[in-house]
């Protein structure tokens, strides 16, 4: 008994992690500090996006819709309604896992791969124009200031306010899909990715797992939009280009797909590095392409596999226990 | 108001026969090695930036730069089917996606560095007249797209049905087993395929680059329009992508004019997801059976 | 007593088509629980499409599938599998990135009553339900002496070792039916024998009722009650073994198409 409850010990020592982070603030200068944040907004980007691509096995390139979804809705309803940034937190989530309802729609109708890719990269670019078109709501091609925001009260006036509040929702959603990932359902995904027809002659109902699968990353995507919305403080269709879109391919590839793990390590090393180049336009299509391109040569399972060889705390487990 | 459907639709086919001759190149590639190119965009860029510099930096006049940026492009694409592509090709399609767009993005960022600021604008090899023919006007832009698309297409045409290559191909396009069988290297075939995609491409990318300001991301924009035609026409048929790639460029001009200016954006994006979510195998595919 | 009287498995002239072939032609015939009941012919027969009729794969053009007397033929798939009726796959249908008790989880999917907001916010109920299923998958690999592998990936395992969890999944929920498409390709002459007195014990001792493709034909003269033979698509045989074996139509079916 004392091996099978081991890795669920070595597991709890995980919650540690984000403690520690905790004492980070003091010793970041303000721009640091930004960075970090980024990251912890990448977190649940990356969760999200890998689920649909790595667990589920979708080829779906709809996540930069999702995220600017969720973006917006928290921007707009800050802005026209007056609500305080932790109320827009649900709509946004609610708004991003509609969205994913919708992208599954086509899964549903059996449309697959090459095809999904196509059609959800054309919804990705139509949302994109609606930022600009929908002028009224959004700003239109100059964007949208973000106004400043609280969670009751208490406002996220510094970068080290904002980090302890990213902190915890980039946590809650990492626990959050972790455990989704350990029962049934994250192991109807895995079999639905491997082979469609075994998994329903399990008695999996496919499609109804397809819509959730598509609404769980919408909605923790969502949460990250509404996130990067009060990070950045100003939205403009520009951040839901296809450059995003690589970006968010980069991390979850070079983390590593259909790994929790993977989706975190990604957020971190693919959010961080780049800011330094930031400057110079173009650099981050060429290094997040050449990345892209050297993992799938040389590493296809992404750094988290690096990891899984060295603890078996970090592979990817799908039950209880 | 329908006074000016015939000038719309004249503006709708030279745009249209763009497309036509993008999504041609796409599906060249796409029946040739069953892989759908996502980074085919940026080599219609590539394409166009190739023949920017030969004209404008090397001064040579536009058919040789032509031809020249045709042949580097061929090389280019052969060059990233045996590189990048081949070792994967047993992968699954996520990979073979992901490998083809951050290829693609690693040459669209390599451009944005390099003439990212700059306005560049190809000089055009002709006199930018127009003739008037009733009450509609033919721009000698329109004439010379049309007309160069027209050409490429009779050629191919004639190279598919009338050279024993032709056959070749045609018979591989029909059955990817039977290529193997028929002792064609596939490997070496696969690699010819996506360069005469990427060198068709290119065209496409020198005749966009005749009536549009260069730029970085059109090789995004291409892509999307040639997705729609594909779609539009049924993914994998050549013919189909040559009419969807033209209904596309017509039903951007009149729905834009008729219905709302939005469709001059729009239109590709709608049709894509219309035409997937309601009759997958486009105007003349056939449905694909699917396997158990 | 009624519950025996009817068969477990009815299908009365089923058919399936493909465009305008017929795959499957009126094809009528039953099994009962605690009978292995095999099903043969040359390629292209119609089995496997058969059997996809009966898991809900494939969409019957007529004809009707009774299981416990109750009609299945407008069920989806799960719906079918949910009901008691499972299958292995003829080139093995192990999900290969999940370990092999994953895998057996997998075949309990349907037992397990976790929704996602139980799961997501870490309810007692759900975990119990979770922690359940994994000691009857462990207990399961147990049974069959191959709990030593329930933390490899299928992909990594034997042809033999995956088509053993193959079975303890299919069998995870206890179903009444089990279906076997082709389970001793490619096993080798011992392995196929411990499958074959498998086979026999299940269907001997559990009263499980067994829907058998093979080709391995001394493995369905060994195992089987009853052998139903099929000919391009049509039922011409459906007799014991010994009986078919020396049945005139079968012997010129099978040297007719070589």
Same mark, same amino acid.
């Given at each position: 008994?004392?091996?099978?409850?081991?890795?669920?010990?070595?597991?709890?020592?995980?919650?540690?992690?984000?403690?520690?982070?905790?004492?980070?603030?003091?010793?970041? &200068?303000?721009? *640091?500090?930004?960075?970090?944040?980024?990251?912890?907004?990448?977190? +649940?980007?990356?969760?999200?996006?890998?689920?649909?691509?790595?667990?589920?096995?979708?080829?779906?390139?709809?996540? #930069?819709?999702?995220?600017?979804?969720?973006?917006?809705?928290?921007? !707009?309803?800050?802005?026209?309604?007056?609500?305080?940034?932790?109320?827009?937190?649900?709509?946004?989530? !609610?708004?991003?896992?509609?969205?994913?309802?919708?992208?599954?729609?086509?899964?549903?109708?059996? #449309?697959?791969?090459?095809?999904?890719?196509?059609?959800?990269?054309?919804?990705?670019?139509?949302?994109?124009?609606?930022?600009?078109?929908?002028?009224?709501?959004?700003?239109?091609?100059?964007?949208?200031?973000?106004?400043?925001?609280?969670?009751?009260?208490?406002?996220?006036?510094?970068?080290?306010?904002?980090?302890?509040?990213?902190?915890?929702?980039?946590?809650?959603?990492?626990?959050?899909?972790?455990?989704?990932?350990?029962?049934?359902?994250?192991?109807?995904?895995?079999?639905?990715?491997?082979?469609?027809?075994?998994?329903?002659?399990?008695?999996?109902?496919?499609?109804?797992?397809?819509?959730?699968?598509?609404?769980?990353?919408?909605?923790?995507?969502?949460?990250?939009?509404?996130?990067?919305?009060?990070?950045?403080?100003?939205?403009?269709?520009?951040?839901? &280009?296809?450059?995003?879109?690589?970006?968010?391919?980069?991390?979850?590839?070079?983390?590593?797909?259909?790994?929790?793990?993977?989706?975190?390590?990604?957020?971190?090393?693919?959010?961080?590095?780049? *800011?330094?180049?930031?400057?110079?336009?173009?650099?981050?299509?060429?290094?997040?392409?050449?990345?892209?391109?050297?993992?799938?040569?040389?590493?296809?399972?992404?750094?988290?596999?690096?990891?899984?060889?060295?603890? +078996?705390?970090?592979?990817?487990?799908?039950? &209880?226990? | 108001?329908?006074?000016?459907?015939?000038?719309?639709?004249?503006?709708?086919?030279?745009? %249209?026969?763009?497309?036509?001759?993008?999504?041609?190149?796409?599906?060249?590639?796409?029946?040739?090695?069953?892989?759908?190119?996502?980074?085919?965009?940026?080599?219609?860029?590539?394409?166009?930036?190739?023949?920017?510099?030969?004209?404008?930096?090397?001064?040579?006049?536009?058919?040789?730069?032509?031809?020249?940026?045709?042949?580097?492009?061929?090389?280019? %694409?052969?060059?990233?089917?045996?590189?990048?592509?081949?070792?994967?090709?047993?992968?699954?399609?996520?990979?073979?996606?992901?490998?083809?767009?951050?290829?693609?993005?690693?040459?669209?960022?390599?451009?944005?560095?390099?003439?990212?600021?700059?306005?560049?604008?190809?000089?055009?090899?002709?006199?930018?007249?127009?003739?008037?023919? /009733?009450?509609?006007?033919?721009?000698?832009?329109?004439?010379?797209?049309?007309?160069?698309?027209?050409?490429?297409?009779?050629?191919?045409?004639?190279?598919?049905?009338?050279?024993?290559?032709?056959?070749?191909?045609?018979?591989?396009?029909?059955?990817?087993?039977?290529?193997?069988?028929?002792?064609?290297?596939?490997?070496?075939?696969? %690699?010819?395929?996506?360069?005469?995609?990427?060198?068709?491409?290119?065209?496409?990318?020198?005749?966009?680059?005749?009536?549009?300001?260069?730029?970085?991301?059109?090789?995004?924009?291409?892509?999307?329009?040639?997705?729609?035609?594909?779609?539009? /026409?049924?993914?994998?048929?050549?013919?189909?992508?040559?009419?969807?790639?033209?209904?596309?460029?017509?039903?951007?001009?009149?729905?834009?004019?008729?219905?709302?200016?939005?469709?001059?954006?729009?239109?590709?994006?709608?049709?894509?997801?219309?035409?997937?979510?309601?009759?997958?195998?486009?105007?003349?595919?056939?449905?694909?059976?699917?396997?158990? | 007593?009624?519950?025996?009287?009817?068969?477990?498995?009815?299908?009365?002239?089923?058919?399936?088509?493909?465009? $305008?072939?017929?795959?499957?032609?009126?094809?009528?015939?039953?099994?009962?629980?605690?009978?292995?009941?095999?099903?043969?012919?040359?390629? $292209?027969?119609?089995?496997?499409?058969?059997?996809?009729?009966?898991?809900?794969?494939?969409?019957?053009?007529?004809? =009707?599938?009774?299981? =416990?007397?109750?009609?299945?033929?407008?069920?989806?798939?799960?719906?079918?599998?949910?009901?008691?009726?499972?299958?292995?796959?003829?080139?093995?249908?192990?999900?290969?990135?999940?370990?092999?008790?994953?895998? @057996?989880?997998?075949?309990?999917?349907?037992?397990?009553?976790?929704?996602?907001?139980?799961?997501?916010?870490?309810?007692?109920?759900?975990?119990?339900?979770?922690?359940?299923?994994?000691?009857?998958? =462990?207990?399961?690999?147990?049974?069959?002496?191959?709990?030593?592998?329930?933390?490899?990936?299928?992909?990594?395992?034997?042809? $033999?070792?995956?088509?053993? @969890?193959?079975?303890?999944?299919?069998?995870?929920?206890?179903?009444?039916?089990?279906?076997?498409?082709?389970?001793?390709?490619?096993?080798?002459?011992?392995?196929?024998?411990?499958?074959?007195?498998?086979?026999?014990?299940?269907?001997?001792?559990?009263?499980? $009722?067994?829907?058998?493709?093979?080709?391995?034909?001394?493995?369905?003269?060994?195992?089987?009650?009853?052998?139903?033979?099929?000919?391009?698509?049509?039922?011409?045989?459906?007799?014991?073994?010994?009986?078919?074996?020396?049945?005139?139509?079968?012997?010129?079916?099978?040297?007719?198409?070589?």
């Amino acid at each position: 008994m004392a091996s099978e409850a081991a890795p669920r010990r070595a597991r709890r020592r995980f919650l540690l992690l984000p403690a520690l982070l905790l004492a980070l603030p003091p010793f970041l &200068d303000q721009y *640091q500090q930004y960075v970090v944040n980024l990251v912890l907004v990448y977190i +649940p980007v990356g969760v999200g996006f890998n689920l649909v691509v790595g667990n589920l096995g979708q080829l779906a390139f709809s996540n #930069v819709a999702f995220f600017g979804i969720g973006a917006y809705t928290s921007g !707009i309803l800050m802005l026209k309604l007056g609500l305080p940034w932790w109320a827009t937190l649900p709509p946004a989530g !609610i708004m991003g896992a509609l969205a994913g309802g919708a992208a599954s729609v086509p899964a549903l109708r059996g #449309v697959r791969s090459f095809y999904l890719a196509v059609m959800t990269l054309a919804f990705g670019e139509l949302m994109r124009w609606s930022y600009i078109r929908l002028e009224s709501l959004t700003g239109g091609s100059m964007g949208m200031a973000v106004p400043s925001a609280d969670v009751f009260g208490w406002a996220l006036a510094t970068e080290w306010r904002k980090f302890y509040v990213f902190l915890a929702l980039a946590a809650a959603t990492v626990i959050a899909t972790d455990r989704l990932l350990r029962s049934r359902i994250g192991r109807a995904f895995m079999a639905i990715k491997d082979n469609e027809t075994a998994a329903a002659a399990m008695g999996i109902a496919t499609s109804g797992y397809f819509v959730l699968g598509f609404a769980w990353s919408g909605f923790v995507v969502g949460i990250g939009g509404a996130m990067f919305a009060v990070l950045v403080g100003h939205l403009s269709p520009d951040s839901f &280009d296809l450059i995003e879109l690589i970006l968010q391919f980069a991390i979850i590839m070079v983390g590593g797909l259909a790994s929790l793990t993977g989706s975190v390590l990604g957020a971190v090393v693919i959010t961080a590095t780049p *800011q330094i180049f930031a400057n110079f336009p173009g650099f981050q299509e060429l290094i997040f392409g050449l990345l892209i391109v050297l993992v799938i040569l040389f590493l296809p399972r992404g750094l988290a596999s690096l990891l899984a060889r060295l603890h +078996p705390v970090f592979r990817d487990q799908y039950y &209880d226990g | 108001m329908l006074i000016v459907l015939p000038q719309l639709i004249v503006g709708g086919i030279a745009t %249209g026969m763009l497309y036509a001759l993008i999504a041609l190149s796409m599906t060249v590639v796409y029946r040739a090695t069953t892989i759908v190119n996502f980074g085919h965009g940026d080599l219609v860029m590539a394409g166009a930036y190739a023949i920017f510099v030969f004209t404008a930096g090397l001064a040579l006049p536009f058919l040789p730069a032509l031809l020249l940026a045709a042949g580097l492009l061929f090389l280019l %694409g052969f060059g990233l089917h045996r590189l990048l592509m081949q070792p994967i090709m047993s992968g699954p399609h996520l990979s073979l996606a992901m490998m083809a767009l951050a290829a693609g993005n690693v040459l669209r960022g390599a451009a944005r560095l390099e003439w990212g600021n700059e306005t560049l604008a190809l000089a055009r090899p002709y006199a930018q007249t127009s003739f008037l023919l /009733g009450q509609t006007v033919f721009t000698m832009d329109d004439i010379v797209t049309t007309g160069a698309v027209l050409l490429l297409l009779l050629a191919l045409f004639c190279v598919l049905h009338l050279t024993p290559a032709g056959k070749i191909i045609q018979a591989v396009f029909q059955s990817q087993r039977g290529a193997a069988l028929v002792g064609i290297n596939v490997n070496a075939f696969h %690699g010819v395929m996506w360069g005469t995609g990427a060198a068709l491409g290119a065209i496409g990318g020198a005749l966009l680059a005749l009536t549009v300001t260069l730029s970085p991301d059109i090789g995004v924009w291409t892509l999307l329009r040639a997705f729609a035609a594909m779609t539009l /026409g049924g993914f994998g048929s050549l013919g189909g992508a040559v009419i969807g790639g033209i209904l596309l460029g017509v039903m951007e001009k009149l729905l834009g004019f008729y219905v709302s200016t939005a469709f001059i954006d729009i239109t590709a994006y709608v049709v894509t997801i219309l035409v997937l979510l309601v009759r997958p195998q486009g105007l003349f595919g056939r449905p694909a059976a699917r396997r158990i | 007593m009624t519950a025996e009287a009817a068969p477990l498995l009815d299908l009365a002239e089923v058919t399936v088509r493909f465009g $305008g072939l017929k795959a499957v032609d009126a094809v009528s015939f039953a099994v009962a629980a605690g009978e292995v009941c095999a099903l043969i012919g040359p390629n $292209g027969a119609g089995k496997t499409t058969l059997f996809n009729a009966v898991t809900g794969n494939a969409a019957i053009a007529a004809g =009707r599938i009774r299981f =416990r007397g109750e009609e299945i033929q407008n069920l989806a798939p799960h719906e079918i599998a949910a009901r008691g009726i499972r299958r292995t796959f003829q080139n093995g249908g192990l999900f290969g990135e999940l370990t092999a008790l994953e895998n @057996v989880l997998c075949g309990l999917h349907a037992t397990i009553a976790s929704g996602v907001a139980g799961v997501v916010l870490g309810a007692k109920r759900a975990r119990a339900v979770e922690r359940a299923a994994t000691e009857r998958a =462990r207990r399961l690999l147990d049974l069959m002496e191959i709990r030593h592998l329930e933390d490899r990936p299928a992909r990594e395992l034997s042809g $033999g070792q995956q088509r053993m @969890v193959e079975i303890v999944r299919a069998l995870a929920t206890d179903p009444p039916l089990l279906l076997l498409d082709e389970p001793a390709v490619g096993l080798a002459p011992p392995v196929r024998a411990q499958l074959g007195a498998l086979i026999r014990r299940l269907a001997k001792e559990t009263g499980l $009722g067994i829907l058998l493709i093979e080709h391995a034909i001394e493995l369905v003269m060994n195992v089987s009650d009853r052998v139903v033979v099929l000919n391009y698509g049509a039922k011409i045989a459906d007799a014991p073994p010994a009986a078919v074996r020396a049945d005139r139509a079968v012997l010129e079916a099978y040297l007719g198409h070589g």
